[in-house]
């Protein structure tokens, strides 16, 4: 069975929405460890609500950059995580941690990439005046936002759309679609070759298009 392990740092609305996919049966997986860098994170009680461990680990202990995430990559290996989760984990990773889990990082974006990378996505694609947006769970590399796309859902903005609703809306489709890629990917079901993810599942759920 997979084990995941989570970054987060704050509110944990994505974290949540995984804990109850595992409850539920829909991912056959355990998470063993929340990692945060923020010791305010709501995600730290939503973790220790439902018995998994919690490590607190502040970049401002560590040298560099590197350090914090070789640090970070060997508390993830020392227990046997094969998939780490980015659940609202508001830094760029380190190359530590990326090397060491090539195409196992998986984060959820709030804006349908390549558009809107970086932070504030729903905001950034308000201000631009798109009439569609949604978001990506994606591999991660190197880039801010640039890794493999694995699942994109997207939502409709309307004229009267906000930062608030549009990221409501679309919050609602990262907590679909993130489980959806956890478990595509506990099964064995997702092959990436260079740029481009390959579902092979019988179910063909690449994108979902849900406009509310
Ligand atoms: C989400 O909007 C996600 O797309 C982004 O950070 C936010 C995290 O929210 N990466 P939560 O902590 O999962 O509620």
Same mark, same amino acid.
Request: with cysteine.
């Given at each position: 069975?997979?084990?995941?392990?989570?970054?987060?740092?704050?509110?944990?609305?994505?974290?949540?929405a995984i804990i109850d996919s595992i409850a539920s049966g829909f991912i056959?997986?355990?998470?063993?460890?929340?990692?945060?860098?923020?010791?305010?994170?709501?995600?730290?009680?939503?973790?220790?609500?439902?018995?998994?461990?919690?490590?607190?680990?502040?970049?401002?202990?560590?040298?560099?950059?590197?350090?914090?995430?070789?640090?970070?990559?060997?508390?993830?290996?020392?227990?046997?995580?094969?998939?780490?989760?980015?659940?609202?984990?508001?830094?760029?990773?380190?190359?530590?941690?990326?090397?060491?889990?090539?195409?196992?990082?998986?984060?959820?974006?709030? !804006?349908?990439?390549?558009?809107?990378?970086?932070?504030?996505?729903?905001k950034q694609a308000i201000e631009y005046g798109v009439k569609i947006s949604?978001?990506?769970?994606? %591999?991660?590399?190197?880039?801010?936002?640039?890794?493999?796309?694995?699942?994109?859902?997207?939502?409709?903005? %309307?004229?009267?759309?906000?930062?608030?609703?549009?990221?409501?809306?679309?919050?609602?489709?990262?907590?679909?679609?993130?489980?959806? !890629?956890?478990?595509?990917?506990?099964?064995?079901?997702?092959?990436?070759?260079?740029?481009?993810?390959?579902?092979?599942?019988?179910?063909?759920?690449?994108?979902?298009?849900?406009?509310?």
């Open positions: 069975m997979l084990t995941i392990g989570v970054l987060a740092s704050g509110r944990g609305s994505n974290f949540q056959k997986a355990k998470i063993a460890v929340l990692i945060s860098d923020n010791p305010e994170a709501y995600a730290i009680e939503r973790a220790k609500n439902h018995g998994i461990e919690v490590l607190i680990i502040n970049p401002k202990d560590f040298p560099d950059k590197d350090s914090y995430y070789s640090h970070i990559a060997r508390e993830f290996k020392n227990r046997d995580a094969g998939l780490v989760v980015l659940a609202g984990f508001m830094r760029v990773v380190g190359k530590p941690l990326i090397e060491q889990f090539h195409n196992k990082i998986m984060n959820i974006h709030p !804006a349908l990439l390549p558009s809107f990378p970086g932070l504030h996505g729903q949604g978001c990506t769970v994606h %591999f991660v590399d190197k880039g801010v936002d640039t890794g493999p796309i694995i699942i994109q859902a997207a939502v409709a903005v %309307f004229e009267d759309d906000t930062e608030e609703s549009l990221s409501e809306k679309i919050l609602k489709q990262e907590h679909k679609i993130f489980p959806l !890629a956890i478990k595509l990917f506990s099964e064995g079901h997702i092959v990436v070759n260079g740029r481009n993810v390959i579902i092979k599942s019988s179910k063909k759920q690449r994108v979902l298009i849900s406009p509310e």
